[in-house]
């Protein structure tokens, strides 16, 4: 019992730490730019409680079929089971989710590529590829299981690991990737570029710079080497001895270090063979000016091949640059946004796409969520802007057909499709009208006609609009021509690679075009043709009276009276076909490619591990092929796993180094699969060959269609057995039809659709029915039970309420609780404060409305103290001083970084005597009752991100001016409102700079200072730290004769008692070095005190004083006035001498994590008048300054 009681001490203790901060609040802002999440829907499934907003209806439905689908592997894997339901939020796109209130009194940190979670909550949204939402509903669920598996989901569990089990961080987010997506072609080749560039020696040095990415390489290697179940064994055991090294020799049974350097030299060994002849990129290299390493996107070559437009985006703020490819000058003709590292960055944002004519550049940039399109005229340097038509939500592609129109890839009501858009008058065309993804759209020219190149997961080349039922659009991306000359009712299907991504087409003439592919394990670019071939015959009956019948050529009636019959015609169907052949085999991923339609001037990207190490390369482009190539290790154990899944066999077949064959891709023996199996799809034969003949030949018509093995998705609502797999079907003969039941089959409107597994499990069948509003309700967020001392409300104390001095704030009990609604749009704290002493307690309650832009804080907050105090008897009168507030608050946002803010205080300050015997009542002063109206406006920076505890990076600042205005309202016996002269104000500001000196420690500076004025004043008492635990007065130091109206404090001046300086104005300034000692020695610490102990130095300098300026007269602080006593004095002498007014203070300090309270000691020397004062030691609590 005593252990279950610690432990929940030590719980509360540490969940306390939040509150300790500085006395100045700052923090960040969310942005609604609409009014979308007003109303939200919710669909609770098995395991899932999906909630989506407006147009996510179709987005919401993928994410939850695609949930339950995944739903039971990535249990297996991880082997451990949560009772409770998760929660996913689906926002439809990256901007919407940067706009959500959750998280939001955290720093909401965001890394483009990682899903973000909170409790049993999961964050995702829609980027155009069902692909990566499927990726982030992974990560999310996997993130949730792996915080309940490593750190427990009781309290004693929690506790104890929290403060005993410190993982590496590649050890969990590799894990979290791992189970998010299988090892791909980019991680493939982003691993092989830093493994070969020799810049790190270990796996540790690597995993420090790229955690996810040699995290989840790691995963991959154990479960290659050691198979999977060996995954969940690792975690378990690693949790149970709280250690890395336990769990690696005990499940592995080789030390830690051993099974890293195993890992490295699995990997050199394996890239080694993968680069056996290739060929390395050896083109003209196009130098871009970029010092600062900026994320390089939009590589766009002009017609002429002169000028290259792209973008560099600066976590947020983004340029765009013309740069001349002869002699290497650049213009930026357009910037926007703002640096932000605390969210993922937005690169999908600005597309840029060149005019025919080659003097018009388009950019598709983003403000405030409305797409707009800003058309460039080079020569005139003049820009065109307006909005993009109101039925996209996001654009990711965008290309020019010809000077009228252009071609894009964009999302409306949560499907991506491909549209034409005619920028003269806002008019769309439509081309696509389904769930799949199609993506990377761009036109050619081909035979003589213009059409739509994309890239597409769908699994037919029919058009017919369609919405999401049994099938998930999450297989791989082929190429679809569709012919804008004819626009016919199909697609004509260009590749078909179950286990490979086609994906950024060009065209190169009016015959040939291009696009890239990782069939060979790396991306490479590979070129094509469109071909005419006989898909089938058709035979045509003319009955004698007239009637025409079509059917297939192997089509045979039951019954025909062959009398009736007039003329049979048997005519070919000619289709398209594609014939494509490999055309590079470069060493690494060629990432992007364009091509300069007048010059022919070729345009490549190889990427590296950074903006220094990336290629930019100017070549022509040829249409012969090379010669066959290999493919990478990755690429063969894929497919040999593939084919084994298909046929059964659960082992992997071994890791070999053999050619493909003498054919460029041949495809495999039966349709292969990848480790994260895609949901069942309609069986069917394979219509696309890789390898082609050089001429067309007809088809043999002994291969006939089964049609009756063809499962066709429905638009309507199907029975449960539907959604199960069918099991094969055996061949059939052709088919005989009677003639009453003989239909006509158009030719053009045959689909085809791609070769699928047939045994895969079903998908979660959706019923609309289970759609129901999202209802407004609260849960608990925290309740907190902890020792503070920090001022509330701003920390005003009413002068007349402290006669016997101003009276710091004891250490309390503080008792917090908070309450949210699921999306943190509406905040609802409570809390009382306890003092020690018993005296004094203090009651609070607050109100945050965040749902819109403007968001609206109503606060409650009381207080109560008595004090004793000499009376006209023997007996001591007792005094009771008694606070009352309200606030009403509004804060506009102006982005995520900077607001401003509002504040209206209704405050009420009474002192009376209590009647503690006759004399009291009779003598005792009357009660004297203070009511005041006040206006507090604000303007706050703060773009700070947090490094460690109490160790950050950036800026943040507060100018503020506030406004108190005294009245007296009184309703006995009669209604009176007096509005007294005069007024209270204050101006001030507290600015704030950390800067990084290596990876660990920091430099922190402070500025702040403050003046009151008008009739009433506020007293800043200058000295000490701030919280300080046991603090001391200085009552050597005069204060100004004038009563001030309240009394604070202006912290920190280590060193020094408080009222070392007094006054009605102040400035202040702190500097200070942070170095958490000991993470020089390890990251892997697994004390908390240890892990967050800081070593500082600080150097702080102040002053406060009454009247002009420190040095005026006026300050009381240089003149002295004998005798201070009131009344009749016949001699007085006025005693003037000389106080520096500015102090100065240096020392050093330490900052531990005791008990979940960050404990800062300080060892101080003052300087005062240029003497040094004796040295004091100081505690005090909370984080910062």
């Given amino acids: ?85 998760l929660q996913i939020i689906v926002y439809t796109d990256l901007t919407d989710l940067k706009q959500s209130n959750i998280g939001n009194d955290e720093a909401f940190t965001s890394v483009a590529g990682q899903t973000k979670i909170a409790g049993h909550k999961i964050f995702v949204y829609f980027n155009g590829d069902h692909n990566d939402l499927r990726r982030q509903i992974r990560e999310g669920i996997a993130s949730v299981y792996l915080e309940a598996m490593l750190f427990g989901s009781n309290l004693q569990e929690i506790v104890q690991n929290a403060v005993l089990l410190n993982l590496p961080e590649w050890f ?71 250690s890395v090294e336990s769990g690696f020799l005990y499940v592995l049974g080789t030390p830690y270090q051993i099974t890293l350097r195993d890992w490295l030299i699995y990997f050199q060994k394996r890239y080694a063979i993968d680069q056996i002849d290739r060929i390395t990129p050896a083109g003209q290299v196009l130098a871009v000016k970029n010092k600062r390493q900026h994320t390089l996107t939009q590589l766009k070559i002009s017609p002429d091949g002169q000028q290259v437009a792209y973008v560099l985006n600066d976590i947020g703020r983004y340029r765009i640059y013309l740069q001349n490819v002869q002699t290497g000058e650049r213009e930026m003709i357009f910037k926007s946004g703002f640096r932000n590292a605390i969210q993922a960055t937005d690169y999908n944002y600005p597309i840029l796409a060149w005019n025919p004519s080659g003097q018009e550049l388009a950019i598709l940039y983003e403000t405030r969520d409305i797409p707009r399109l800003l058309r460039y005229n080079l020569l005139e340097k003049k820009e065109l802007v307006e909005p993009l038509s109101e039925e996209y939500h996001r654009v990711y592609s965008m290309e020019y057909i010809n000077p009228a129109s252009l071609v894009l890839s964009a999302t409306v009501r949560g499907f991506s499709d491909i549209f034409i858009y005619y920028p003269a008058t806002r008019q769309s065309q439509r081309i696509t009208t389904d769930f799949w993804d199609d993506l990377d759209a761009t036109p050619v020219k081909v035979r003589g006609r213009t059409g739509i190149l994309f890239a597409s997961n769908r699994p037919t080349t029919g058009l017919t609009p369609r919405g999401l039922d049994t099938l998930l659009p999450i297989t791989n991306f082929d190429l679809f021509y569709y012919d804008l000359t004819n626009q016919p009712g199909e697609l004509v299907q260009v590749t078909q690679t179950p286990l490979a991504n086609e994906r950024q087409p060009i065209g190169i003439d009016t015959t040939h075009f291009a696009y890239l592919s990782d069939r060979s394990g790396i991306y490479n670019r590979e070129v094509g043709y469109l071909e005419d071939y006989i898909d089938h015959y058709e035979q045509q009956i003319l009955l004698t009276d007239g009637t025409e019948i079509v059917l297939h050529a192997d089509s045979t009636f039951t019954a025909l009276d062959t009398t009736l019959i007039d003329t049979i015609l048997v005519y070919p169907i000619i289709r398209e076909r594609a014939v494509v052949v490999p055309a590079s085999n470069y060493s690494q991923n060629l990432a992007y490619q364009q091509l300069a339609g007048r010059t022919g001037r070729l345009l490549e990207y190889f990427p590296g591990l950074n903006a220094s190490t990336s290629t930019i390369q100017l070549s022509s482009i040829a249409v012969d092929p090379v010669p066959p190539v290999h493919a990478t290790i990755y690429q063969q154990v894929r497919r040999d796993r593939g084919a084994a899944a298909t046929s059964g066999d659960a082992r992997p077949a071994p890791e070999t180094t053999q050619l493909i064959s003498e054919e460029p891709f041949p495809a495999p023996a039966q349709p292969a699969v990848d480790t994260l199996p895609p949901p069942m799809v309609a069986p069917a034969p394979e219509v696309f060959e890789p390898a082609l003949p050089e001429k067309p030949a007809v088809v043999d018509s002994t ?42 089959v158009s030719p053009r409107a045959t689909s085809r659709t791609r070769v699928r597994d047939q045994t895969q499990k079903p998908v979660y069948r959706f019923r609309p029915g289970r759609i129901t509003p999202y209802r407004t309700t609260f849960r608990t967020d925290f309740v907190t ?214 990876k660990r420690s920091i430099l922190a500076f402070r500025a702040a200072g403050a003046v009151s004025f008008g009739a009433d004043r506020i007293l800043y008492y200058l000295g000490g730290p701030d919280n300080w635990l046991f603090p001391s007065f200085n009552n050597t130091i005069p204060t100004p004769p004038e009563t001030p109206g309240f009394v604070t404090l202006a912290n920190s001046l ?105 404990i800062r000691l300080d060892y101080g020397w003052g300087l005062e008048t240029r003497k040094v004062q004796d040295p004091k030691l100081q505690v005090s609590l909370g984080l910062d300054f």
């Fill in 172 to 242: 969990k987010q590799g894990l979290i990737d791992y189970i998010g997506q299988p090892w791909n072609t980019e991680q493939d080749d982003e691993l092989r570029c830093l493994i070969n560039s020799g810049e790190y020696a270990d796996f540790e040095e690597m995993a420090g710079v790229y955690p996810d990415l040699v995290g989840h390489a790691f995963w991959y290697y154990i479960a290659e080497i050691y198979g999977n179940p060996t995954v969940s064994n690792l975690l378990y055991l690693t949790r149970i001895n709280r």
């Fill in 1 to 85: 019992m005593r252990k279950h009681i610690y432990l929940l001490l030590v719980l509360c203790c540490s969940l306390g730490l939040g509150a300790q901060t500085s006395q100045v609040t700052f923090g960040k802002n969310r942005v609604q730019h609409h009014r979308d999440f007003d109303e939200w829907l919710k669909y609770e499934s098995d395991n899932f409680i999906t909630y989506w907003y407006g147009e996510g209806r179709n987005i919401g439905q993928s994410v939850v079929q695609i949930a339950e689908y995944d739903f039971a592997y990535i249990q297996s894997v991880l082997e451990h089971r949560i009772n409770e339901k």
């Fill in 785 to 998: 039970f902890n020792m503070d001392n920090n001022l509330l409300f701003q920390g005003l104390d009413s002068y007349a309420a402290n006669p016997n001095g101003f009276n710091t704030q004891p250490l309390s009990l503080l008792l917090k609780t908070n309450f949210k609604d699921l999306f943190e749009d509406y905040v609802i704290e409570g809390g009382v404060r306890l003092p020690t002493s018993f005296n004094g307690t203090e009651y609070f309650l607050t109100l945050e409305n965040r749902k819109h832009r403007l968001d609206r804080f109503y606060a409650v907050y009381r207080r109560n103290q008595r004090f004793s105090e000499e009376g006209g008897s023997f007996v001591p009168w007792r005094r009771e001083n008694n606070v009352v507030l309200g606030q009403y608050g509004l804060r506009y946002p102006l982005d995520i970084f900077q607001s401003i803010r509002a504040t209206s205080t209704l405050r009420r300050d009474r002192v009376q005597y209590l009647a503690t015997d006759q004399t009291a009542l009779e003598d005792a002063p009357a009660p004297d009752k203070t009511q005041r109206i006040g206006l507090r406006l604000e303007y706050v920076f703060d773009n700070t991100r947090d490094l460690a505890l109490n160790i950050m990076q950036g800026t943040r600042m507060k100018v503020y001016t506030e406004f108190y205005k005294t009245f007296s309202l009184t309703m006995d016996p009669s209604f009176s409102l007096d509005i007294e002269r005069g007024f209270l104000g204050v101006a001030g500001f507290d600015a704030r700079h950390y800067l990084r000196i290596d």
């Fill in 1054 to 1158: 280590r060193g020094f008692d408080l009222n070392i300086r007094n006054g009605n104005a102040y400035v202040l300034a702190n500097a200070e070095i942070r170095i958490p000692v000991f993470r020089y020695f390890s990251d892997r610490i697994q004390s908390p005190f240890f892990r967050n102990f800081q070593a500082i130095a600080f150097f702080d300098a102040g002053t406060a004083w009454s009247g002009s300026d420190p040095y005026s007269d006026e300050n009381p602080l240089n003149t002295s006035t004998f005798p201070e006593t009131e009344g009749f004095n016949p001699v007085t002498a006025r005693v003037v001498y000389f106080r520096d007014p500015l102090v100065f203070s240096y020392g050093i300090g330490a900052r531990a994590l005791l008990f979940g309270y960050l």
């Fill in 703 to 744: 291969e006939v269609i089964d049609i009756d093995n063809y499962l066709f998705q429905s638009e309507f609502a199907e029975e449960e057995q539907f959604a199960k797999p069918r099991p094969p079907q055996p061949a059939q003969p052709a088919v005989t039809t009677p003639l009453e039941e003989l239909v006509t």
